[in-house]
């Protein structure tokens, strides 16, 4: 994101690696004089410094850290956001989608554990009779630990306790409203929640 006030301009990158869960922020000043940088934390810890790594718009610095439990985006591998549909993020059974990012509470996740729970503090869980189904249903439901709750990070993939991992549905992988599913593990793009 781009945010331009008088003669300085602020970009914005998300930063950061599901796989270790720490997320910063680059924010970089630039003035007719000097270009400043701070990585902060999304609360906004961090020092300004002169001097920034080479970046481009298109292409994030990434850092890694040390596990946090701080809501952060999670994005496809076509750029778009892990979403829940605005008026059911705190319903059960609320539709699960990627949308461009906007960094609204619906885009907001948290990794806690073997859990991942939204911004509304429903976990995200598949539907329990297709756990183990390719296009089974992901939604949002009340946090109760059981198996269809259960994540873990596996390099670039999110992978149910069903050994399925949480897919785009490919004619939708750039598309807003796009349907999220577990489906059979492929290494493919649409399985891929780490790249930024």
């Given amino acids: 994101m781009r945010y331009t006030n008088l003669k300085t301009t602020i970009y914005l990158f998300l930063l950061g690696t599901l796989t270790f ?4 922020l680059l924010n970089i000043k630039e003035s007719k004089s ?3 940088c701070k990585i902060s934390d999304p609360f906004g810890s961090g020092a300004w410094t002169e001097g920034c790594p080479h970046i ?3 292409a994030p610095v990434r850092f890694r850290g040390e596990r946090t439990n701080w809501k952060e985006t999670i994005i496809n591998g076509a750029g778009l956001c892990l979403d829940v549909h605005a008026p059911d993020m705190r319903n059960n059974g609320g539709r699960v989608q990627v949308w461009q990012c906007n960094g609204e509470p619906q885009q907001r996740w948290s990794i806690r554990g073997n859990s991942i729970v939204n911004a509304g503090g429903l976990c995200l869980d598949v539907h329990a009779p297709d756990m183990r189904n390719n296009g089974g249903r992901v939604q949002v439901w009340q946090c109760n630990g059981e198996p269809q709750q259960r994540w873990s990070i596996r390099g670039n993939s999110i992978v149910n306790d069903g050994g399925l991992c949480l897919d785009t549905h490919l004619p939708d992988i750039g598309n807003n409203g796009g349907r999220v599913q577990v489906w059979q593990c492929n290494g493919q793009s649409q399985q891929a929640w780490e790249k930024l």
Avoid: A, I, P
């Avoid at 869960?21 to 910063?24: A, I, K, L, V």
């Fill in 56 to 58: 481009h718009d298109n």
């Fill in 34 to 36: 000097h270009t400043k």
């Fill in 21 to 24: 869960g720490t997320f910063f």
